[in-house]
């Protein structure tokens, strides 16, 4: 079961309460995003949700696509990777432990990342 994605929320009083937690914990790509306040974010997640070009449920790629999350990445990703998982059928998604916002510029965590597409593309060629 997901937690609740915010619906029926005031989303500026939600956001302000994620921006004090992030300012809490100190992380420094949290801190930075979350600097100006709940209103950029408010306007990311606004413009997140304006009608697409496309359905998202049109993406046939199945397992090719992969969604990562880091397992303390902000709330708007931990919500956000297992909705859109759950709308391209046959999806993947990953939570790399312990990963933050920035966890893709762990090399560790890239290598996994880049070696997870190239498998992904070897079989997709077999």
Known sequence: ??????IGL???AQFAKWRT???AGGEPAQVH?????????LMDYQLERLP?????????????MTFWVGEKDSEAMVLGAPWMREQVAGSQMVVVPGGGHGFKSDPEHLKAILCSLREQAKAALA
């Not at 995003?33 to 974010?41: N, R, S």
């Open 10 to 12: 005031d989303a500026k």
């Open 33 to 41: 995003a979350w600097k100006v306040g709940e209103l950029g974010f």
């Open 21 to 23: 937690k992030a300012l």
């Open 52 to 64: 697409w070009s496309f359905d998202i449920q049109s993406i046939q790629l199945g397992e090719c």
């Open 1 to 6: 079961m997901l937690p609740n994605r915010g």
